[in-house]
C-alpha cells in the first residue's frame, strides 16, 4: 500500500470511529504524512552517509523521529481523555460533518 492511501485509510478508520474530531484527524494525518516524509529523507541521508537506505542506522533515527511525532499525538490525545492503552476512558461524541 502506498503512503497516501495508508493515511487516508487511517484517516478512514479514525472518522468511523467517531473520537476524534475532523480537525485532530487532520492534524493527525498531517503528523503521519510528516513523517513519512522525513524517514525518506533519512533513507536519502543514510545512502549519502555510506550506510544502507533501510538497514539498521535508518531504523534508529525513524525510531527517535517517531517518538516526538508521538509525542505530538499524545498532546491531541489528552484533549479526549485516551490512555496509554489507547482506549477512550469516556466516551466522546462528535459530530463530523464528511463531504
Known amino acids: 500500500m502506498d503512503k497516501d492511501k495508508k493515511i487516508e485509510e487511517m484517516k478512514k478508520d479514525m472518522l468511523q470511529a467517531g473520537v476524534y474530531s475532523k480537525e485532530d484527524i487532520e492534524k493527525i494525518c498531517e503528523l503521519e504524512k510528516e513523517y513519512l516524509k522525513e524517514c525518506?529523507?533519512?533513507?536519502?541521508?543514510?545512502?549519502?552517509?555510506?550506510y544502507p537506505s533501510q538497514g539498521s542506522n535508518y531504523e534508529l533515527r525513524c525510531e527517535d523521529a517517531r517518538k516526538w511525532y508521538d509525542d505530538q499525538i499524545r498532546e491531541i490525545d489528552k484533549k479526549y481523555?485516551?490512555?496509554?492503552?489507547d482506549e477512550a476512558e469516556t466516551e466522546v461524541n462528535i459530530d463530523i460533518d464528511i463531504e
Open 40 to 50: 525518506d529523507e533519512i533513507s536519502k541521508q543514510c545512502v549519502a552517509e555510506g
Open 81 to 85: 481523555n485516551i490512555n496509554e492503552d
